[in-house]
């Protein structure tokens, strides 16, 4: 199981991005897929993601990022919409997923958005 993000890039704050992630292999079923991201120099956090059929969000994603999902293709998209200066960071895609008699937990490389004016 692998993973490709892509869709970061540079924006002014109100801006907008989406990032896609797509996972690849011979996935039999998606436990989980989500986002996170990590700004310079801090921890690693959740941005959002989906358990089984649920959506979930962080609270600073909330009310300005949109999860959703194309599951023929096992890509996740993230719809980032008034973008702040604080959002900037390597936005990494997870997966935990079952292929053949294995299950796999894998992180993506990450997409890098930078919001500044």
């Known amino acids: 199981v692998q993973l490709q993000a892509s869709g970061g890039g540079w924006v002014q704050p109100g801006g907008s991005l989406r990032l896609s992630c797509e996972a690849s292999?011979?996935?039999?079923?998606?436990?989980?897929m989500g986002w996170y991201r990590q700004p310079p120099r801090q921890g690693r956090e959740l941005v959002a993601g989906?358990?089984?059929?649920?959506?979930r969000y962080s609270s600073a994603a909330k009310g300005r990022f949109t999860l959703s999902r194309d599951q023929v293709r096992n890509t996740l998209y993230l719809q980032m919409d008034n973008l702040r200066p604080e959002d900037t960071a390597l936005y990494l895609c997870?997966?935990?997923?079952?292929?053949?008699?294995?299950?796999?937990?894998?992180w993506g490389r990450g997409t890098q958005v930078t919001v500044s004016s």
């Open positions: 292999g011979v996935i039999n079923k998606i436990n989980s």
């Open positions: 989906y358990l089984g059929d649920s959506p």
């Open positions: 997870t997966v935990d997923a079952e292929a053949g008699i294995n299950e796999y937990d894998v």
